[in-house]
């Protein structure tokens, strides 16, 4: 099987900005800013999800359609998971918009659904 080139370069795309987001999290400006707001602790779960799920995101973009259908669906559910997810405490830690609490959850729901499918997906050999 061929790798998916669009879906790694999105996935080495989400882990630059996994690392980017943390480092500027955690010093500087940004990291005092959310601190004194109280919701640094969102923008450090954001990060908690964020990089590990761009991992796997890349693994399974290297592993093209071993998976299947089951396997393709999987990195669509968990790229959106990390988007609504990371991205709205992100948003929330920044803005302290209160709705944006709101979104994570779908997040987490759409990263346990692509999980989910990877559990079920039938790999085979390339």
Known sequence: MQPDTLRFRLSAFLG??????????AHGKLHD???????????KTGVSYHL???ILL???ALAGAA???RGTWAW????????????SLYLHAVTQTKWLVYVTPF??????????LLLLARWRRA
Not at 20 to 25: D, M, R
Not at 76 to 87: E, I, K, P, T
């Open 16 to 25: 630059l900005t996994s690392i980017w987001l943390g480092a500027s999290g």
């Open 33 to 43: 800013a959310m601190l004194a707001a109280g919701t640094l602790e969102n923008w």
């Open 67 to 69: 998976g299947g259908k």
């Open 107 to 116: 997040g987490g729901v759409f990263m346990m659904l692509g999980w989910l």
């Open 58 to 60: 890349a693994t399974l």
């Open 76 to 87: 669509n559910f968990l790229f959106a998971g990390v988007l609504l997810f990371s991205g």
């Open 52 to 54: 590990p799920h761009a």
